[in-house]
């Protein structure tokens, strides 16, 4: 876990580096908006945008939905916080899973025992 | 590995660890206290699979358990849901199953968001690691699926039996 946040916390830094980028963040701070309407406000070319977005996106600090032919873009996805919890409850699940396991395993291992008595009978 | 804490005297207790390895990839893993052999065994006996999948303290219970534990084989289980008069299902298939040591399945109900999930038991002498790895095809789809785990709706009993559901047969839920 630590690993794959470090890296996460690289590619937040590294998506921050760019003032165009941080202009994004800061105008879809006001709002959702397409690729096309920032590509405008930027006055950049739809791929240069779409670069743009595609890190802020790997840095997990905007979203993008396609709806048609339309990509809009929003700040922040799921938190960081939000996905910790979500791999909290999935540890409980997995955790009390292993323990009514460990009891199917106990028994198994119990019969085993019994099983080789009676074959050294 | 450090997995073991100390419990109650003389009860040996494993530490259970989930770990988001990449952008496409969540792990599992525990130590069990017998060798793969009874591990495997435990897990793809339908009737035993049935007494540890869907514990008691989750809420739901299987309504029926299908499982060909062989390569190729399919598997279908079906949960009850409290909350809802629609029963669930979680079904796929096994792309490979190879005794003692490892099992990797399809979550098929999930469509393309569908992740597969390789688990394998490696030998510790007495003891069996349990590595299981889930793996989608794509950052959105493992997002989405943490997405729809963390804002279901109903009441938050509900919205535990959903995430319950979502990670029963440890696939994703539309």
């Known amino acids: 876990m630590v690993q794959y946040l470090d890296s996460r916390l690289d590619a937040s830094f590294a998506a921050l580096s760019d003032p165009t980028r941080r202009g994004v963040l800061e105008q879809l701070g006001y709002g959702d908006a397409s690729i096309t309407d920032l590509a405008g406000k930027f006055r950049m070319t739809l791929t240069g945008m779409k670069k743009h977005v595609g890190v802020l996106e790997q840095a997990g600090l905007v979203t993008t939905r396609k709806v048609g032919r339309v990509r809009t873009c929003r700040l922040g996805p799921r938190r960081l916080e939000e996905e910790m919890a979500w791999l909290g409850r999935y540890r409980r699940l997995w955790a009390a899973r292993f323990d009514e396991l460990d009891k199917v395993v106990e028994e198994l291992k119990q019969k085993e025992v019994v099983d080789g008595r009676k074959k050294r009978r | 590995m450090d997995a073991r804490r100390d419990g109650e005297p003389g009860v040996r207790k494993y530490e259970t660890t989930v ?156």
């Open chain 2, 19 to 174: 770990e988001r390895q990449s952008d496409r990839e969540l792990v599992v893993t525990r130590t069990v206290n017998a060798p793969p052999r009874i591990v495997f065994e435990a897990w793809t006996r339908p009737e035993l699979l049935q007494r540890w999948w869907a514990p008691k303290s989750l809420g739901v219970s299987f309504v029926s358990c299908e499982a060909d534990f062989r390569t190729g084989g399919t598997y279908r289980f079906v949960f009850s849901h409290p909350c809802s008069e629609q029963p669930m299902e979680f079904f796929g298939r096994f792309i490979e199953v190879t005794p003692p040591s490892r099992i990797v399945w399809t979550n098929d109900e999930a469509g393309d968001a569908a992740s597969v999930t390789t688990v394998t038991f490696e030998d510790r002498g007495a003891e069996t690691l349990i590595v299981m790895r889930d793996r989608y095809p794509s950052k959105e789809a493992l997002d989405a699926a943490i997405e729809s785990g963390a804002t279901s709706g109903c009441s938050e009993q509900f919205e535990q039996l959903d995430e319950v559901l979502l990670t029963l047969g440890t696939g994703v839920e539309h």
